[in-house]
Structures are given as structure tokens and as C-alpha cells.
């Protein structure tokens, strides 16, 4: 699979695919996803494809075409030597859509869709709330603790976690808290925050966490960096704090940051929280991630659920 923008010049596609990925920047998107959702399917697997077959121009991407796109990603090898996995192809293919779909709102000619690959059901395997109450408890620290319970009961993303400054512990009154989270693309969510947690954060932020640091970040590393400061909490340390907790706590499936994460949604909607509410904490700007995701969720579930809130009656 050829990659790479140099063999392709600077033809009408090509300069369409960068006004498009401006109004993507313009529309606020974070750069990461810019980059690695439209950007690299776009630059770096369609205009060379294009190139290739002398496909200069919008028109040239008709439905034979994109059939042909199509078919390519699911037979040539990708950058590692293997096919694509249907996730993959199903990224760059609604890359490609996305990108058609301004073109024509644009009013360029073209009005050809490349259709979506039909994705396999996807099966999560996450953490109960016992298996979460085994993981926080084996953290040697009490910052471990608390950053496991804040991916555990609040669904925090990685780098949301990393990127909370003390003043985001927010207390409205005596009853509600909340974390103010600086999510994707800028945007900022408020998500509740469990009295017990609140409790902990504020003895930690209070008594625990060094006071001679530079750094306005909740939490920083537990020794001083080359700077001689304590550094803020990297993703990768992120990676080091999970894995190590779920091997203090004996947990033998693979235990990465995003499965806390996961396992919150899950746990959420199996207990019958509202689906909008669960997005809205989550960060998720529509339902359609939950709906794609989470069809793990069975009849049994939905079951449970019901049966909770009648019994609420």
C-alpha cells in the first residue's frame, strides 16, 4: 500500500483535500484527530491510490472508483506488511465520506459515496465493580488510588486525566461536585463528583502531593524530574500506574487505561443510567459512539436494567 503526499503533487484533489482539512481546523477539531482521522486517510492512503490511476479531480472519483478504493484497502497490505483489520478500512472509508460529503456542500462535482464495510460486532471484555474495588485497593499510593478511581467512577479519558489542574475540583455546594474536564477539540464537560472521591482528592491536593512543584497539574510525578521539579503525569506513566496495579491485584486479562474507561460506560448502562446522561458524562458529543461500541450490552442486561427501575416503584 503506497503512502506518502510527495508522488502525489499538487493536483485539484489534493488541493481540495487541504481546504477540507482547514474547515476542519477552522470548525475547531483537535489537531491529533485532524491528523491521524482525516488527514492521514486522506493524504496518505486516497490521493496516492489517486495518483496512481490519474485521478486529478473530484470528478474523477466516481462510484467504479471508489468501489475500486474500496477493494483496495481490503487486499493490499498496510504499512506493517498485513491487511488492514475491517476497523481500519471502516476509518478511512468514512474519512473519504466525510471528505466527499463537503466537497458536494461545497458545490464541487462529484456526488458519488464510497459505502461503509459492514464492521464485525465488536466484544468488550471490561472490569466489574469488584474487579475496579480489587484494582484501586492493590495502588501503592494514595495518588495510584485516586487516579484509578477517578477512571473507574468517572470515565475520565487518559489525557484528561493528565491535564486536570488543581482548580478543576470544583464544589458547587454541599451536596454536588465536579470535575471540569478539558475533553477533545477544546471542549470542556463537567463531570459529577462522588463524595468519597471529593473527599480524597481534597486531603491528597491538601496533604499528599508536593508542595515545592512549579506545577499547577493535580497530579505530578512521585519524583523529581530532570528539571528538578516534579513533572506532570505522562500518558505513558498512565500505562505503568494501570498495568502495575492489576498486577499487584492479581487481574490476568489485559488491563490498559481506555478498559477503565470502558468498563464505567458499560457498568454505567448495565445499571440503567440513562444512555444521554452516560454520553454526556463521557464526553461523547452524540449517541452514535455509544450505540456503535457498547452493542455488547444483551437482552440480559436490558433485563436487569428494567427490573431496577421497577423495583424503584
Known amino acids: 500500500m503506497p503512502t506518502g503526499a510527495a508522488a502525489v503533487g499538487e493536483s485539484a484533489l489534493a488541493r481540495l483535500v487541504e481546504d477540507y482539512l482547514m474547515a476542519c481546523r477552522a470548525r475547531g477539531l483537535a489537531p491529533n484527530t485532524i491528523e491521524t482521522s482525516y488527514g492521514y486517510p486522506l493524504r496518505r492512503i486516497l490521493l496516492p491510490w489517486c495518483a496512481e490511476r490519474g485521478v486529478n479531480d473530484i470528478a474523477g472519483l466516481d462510484s467504479r472508483a471508489l468501489d475500486a478504493f474500496t477493494v483496495y484497502l481490503n487486499t493490499e497490505p ?34 458519488a459515496r464510497p459505502s461503509l464495510p459492514r464492521l464485525p460486532r465488536r466484544v468488550l471484555d471490561v472490569l466489574d465493580r469488584e474487579e475496579l474495588r480489587q484494582l484501586i485497593a492493590a ?31 470544583l464544589q458547587r455546594d454541599r451536596r454536588q461536585a465536579f470535575l471540569r474536564v478539558h475533553g477533545k477539540g477544546s471542549r470542556e464537560r463537567l463531570v459529577p463528583l462522588p463524595p468519597s472521591l471529593l473527599r480524597g482528592l481534597e486531603r491528597y491536593a491538601r496533604d499528599s502531593r508536593p508542595k515545592d512543584t512549579h506545577s499547577t497539574r493535580l ?95
Not at 146 to 158: H, K, P, T
Request: charged share 20%; net charge positive; aromatic share 4%.
Open 78 to 111: 498496510g504499512r506493517r506488511g498485513h491487511l488492514l483489520s475491517k476497523h481500519s478500512i471502516h476509518a478511512y472509508v468514512r474519512a473519504v465520506r466525510g471528505f466527499l460529503n463537503w466537497c458536494q456542500a461545497e458545490g464541487e462535482t462529484g456526488n
Open 139 to 169: 495502588a501503592p499510593t494514595e495518588r495510584d488510588r485516586l487516579i484509578l478511581s477517578i477512571l473507574a467512577d468517572c470515565g475520565l479519558r487518559n489525557s484528561e486525566v493528565c491535564t486536570l489542574e488543581l482548580q478543576d475540583i
Open 219 to 313: 497530579f505530578v510525578g512521585l519524583r523529581r524530574g530532570q528539571s528538578g521539579d516534579y513533572e506532570p503525569l505522562s500518558r505513558s506513566g498512565m500505562l505503568q500506574l494501570v498495568q502495575s496495579a492489576a498486577a499487584r491485584a492479581g487481574i490476568t486479562k489485559p488491563v490498559h487505561v481506555h478498559l477503565l474507561r470502558h468498563s464505567f460506560i458499560t457498568n454505567a448502562l448495565r445499571g440503567g443510567m440513562n444512555p444521554m446522561v452516560v454520553a454526556q458524562i463521557a464526553g461523547h458529543s452524540s449517541l452514535r459512539m455509544i450505540e456503535r461500541v457498547y452493542s455488547h450490552l444483551n437482552a440480559g442486561d436490558s433485563y436487569e436494567a428494567l427490573i431496577q427501575l421497577l423495583a424503584k416503584d
